[in-house]
């Protein structure tokens, strides 16, 4: 049975997997933590890759003001992110990663795509578009949907409909967690933040998205 017939859905990570935004997502939460919380270099020290927008917002409260975020301030706090993020997305531009224009063309006749990331929807789609990427997801879970990588994972397998098998792309140990929470095949890819050891224990870790073809094409004869 080619994968044609299998309702397969790819969910693909955005940073460190797809693209390099070099640095914008923290550098506005630096600014926004400045100028609204009084807080500087607030990301220092703190892990982003793998991690959604509200949790990294859950440790840098933590770690500098010792207190959770209210609701009132999180919304606060991603209202005036997202303006900043656009800015500093057109200023710096993006780097879209090795194969992963090919990956996402070669596909595209053979699955479903949607992504699942830790930025909120606004966040993600800034910076598809940035990288010239927006159009090519047909569903999604989104930092929005939950502060917990498995939750949002769920979320965008449940909007999808019927599968058979769903297979996660990511560069983060928490990328194959989520996965293997959510019963998905998990593909490693060591383009980001975690090194091909630490992600070892995936189903496959490839050095860059120009291998994942051969690979479905292996797995699905297709
Ligand atoms: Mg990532």
Redesign the pocket.
């Known amino acids: 049975m080619g994968s044609q017939s299998r309702h397969l859905l790819y969910l693909f990570?955005?940073?460190?997997?797809l693209l390099d935004a070099h640095g914008s997502g923290r550098g506005s939460f630096d600014e926004v933590m400045l100028e609204r919380f009084g807080v500087a270099n607030a990301s220092e020290g703190v892990r982003y890759?793998?991690k959604t927008d509200h949790a990294i917002i859950e440790e840098i409260f933590r770690a500098r003001l010792g207190r959770s975020a209210t609701t009132a301030e999180r919304a606060e706090f991603l209202a005036a992110y997202v303006p900043r993020l656009t800015a500093k997305l057109a200023a710096g531009g993006v780097k879209v990663l090795d194969g992963a224009v090919a990956a996402l063309d070669w596909l595209a006749p053979r699955a479903r795509l949607g992504v699942a990331t830790g930025n909120i929807r606004e966040g993600a789609e800034a910076k598809l578009a940035a990288a010239g990427l927006a159009g090519r997801f047909e569903v999604g879970g989104y930092g929005c949907d939950s502060a917990v990588r498995a939750e949002l994972v769920a979320r965008a397998i449940a909007r999808a409909g019927t599968l058979d098998e769903v297979i996660v792309v990511?560069?983060?140990i928490h990328?194959i967690s989520a996965a293997r929470a959510c019963n998905a095949t998990v593909c490693a890819v060591a383009t980001?933040?975690d090194t091909a050891e630490a992600l070892a224990h995936a189903d496959v870790v490839f050095r860059s998205l120009t291998e994942l073809p051969a690979w479905h094409a292996a797995r699905y004869a297709c």
């Open positions: 990570d955005i940073d460190g997997t890759g793998g990511g560069d983060t990328d980001g933040s």
